[in-house]
């Protein structure tokens, strides 16, 4: 158990639909990060939030957004999915500082029909 | 900008064969070097890590060095089992763009009784 809690495990949606997704990061750790692991695409890193501000950015889509609250845990949010957007998605967390590895969630696994 | 290139799979072994995959990186400054690994159905767990040239990692009977000359950072266990056979990732984080990891295309490996 890697202390990183991601919510929901499945979810089955429509094109069009908006989900959200929630992870909780190991107890301590600042920083969180999503990521999205398809077939074609890999681990893709999406988005990077440190103690309720946002950090970094990489390949996310402007149908996505996340946010970070004040109690560390953050939210990913899709929306207008495509059946592109299937895939699954991780979250990590880590205490932000030079060298320490990031330890991941299982994954939400998205399916859009 | 940043990348990692990883050896192509799928990897079939026998068990107690010797295991080597390749991975070598591009990257600016001075990344960490890490290895997780995906068991089916799971997320990714960390392997092994390797914050500054010439670092050795290891765990659970696996190994790797970070070669600053030769920008890599192969994976190698001497005598491989059933339960190794998972999708090993290779991947590394650049202090310099807030430590989120990019990753290789990861490897499967299967090994055999």
């Known amino acids: 158990d890697s202390g990183v809690t991601q919510t929901p495990k499945h979810l089955i949606t429509a094109t069009g639909q908006r989900v959200t997704l929630r992870c909780s990061p190991r107890s301590g750790d600042l920083s969180v990060y999503w990521y999205q692991q398809s077939l074609d695409q890999g681990l893709q890193f999406l988005i990077q939030?440190?103690?309720?501000?946002?950090?970094a950015k990489g390949n996310i889509l402007e149908r996505f957004s996340a946010q970070q609250f004040p109690d560390l845990h953050s939210e990913l949010n899709l929306s207008s999915l495509e059946l592109g957007d299937s895939a699954l998605y991780f979250c990590?967390?880590?205490?932000?500082?030079?060298?320490?590895?990031?330890?991941f969630g299982q994954g939400t696994r998205l399916t859009v029909v | 900008g940043n990348s990692v290139t990883q050896m192509e799979g799928p990897v079939t072994l026998s068990e107690e064969a010797f295991l080597t995959i390749n991975c070598t990186y591009t990257?600016?400054?001075?990344?960490?070097l890490f290895w997780y690994v995906q068991y089916p159905g799971e997320g990714l767990q960390l392997l092994l890590k390797?914050?500054?040239?010439?670092d050795k990692g290891s765990n659970k009977g696996f190994e790797a060095t970070y070669r600053k000359e030769t920008t890599s950072f192969h994976l190698e266990k001497g005598s491989v089992q059933v339960s190794d056979s998972a999708v090993y990732f290779c991947a590394l984080s650049d202090n310099a763009l807030e430590r989120q990891l990019t990753f290789g295309s990861g490897t499967q490996l299967t090994v055999l009784p």
């Open positions: 390797a914050t500054k040239a010439d």
């Open positions: 990590a967390s880590s205490r932000g500082r030079q060298g320490t590895e990031a330890f």
């Open positions: 939030y440190y103690n309720g501000e946002e950090r």
């Open positions: 990257a600016t400054g001075y990344p960490s």
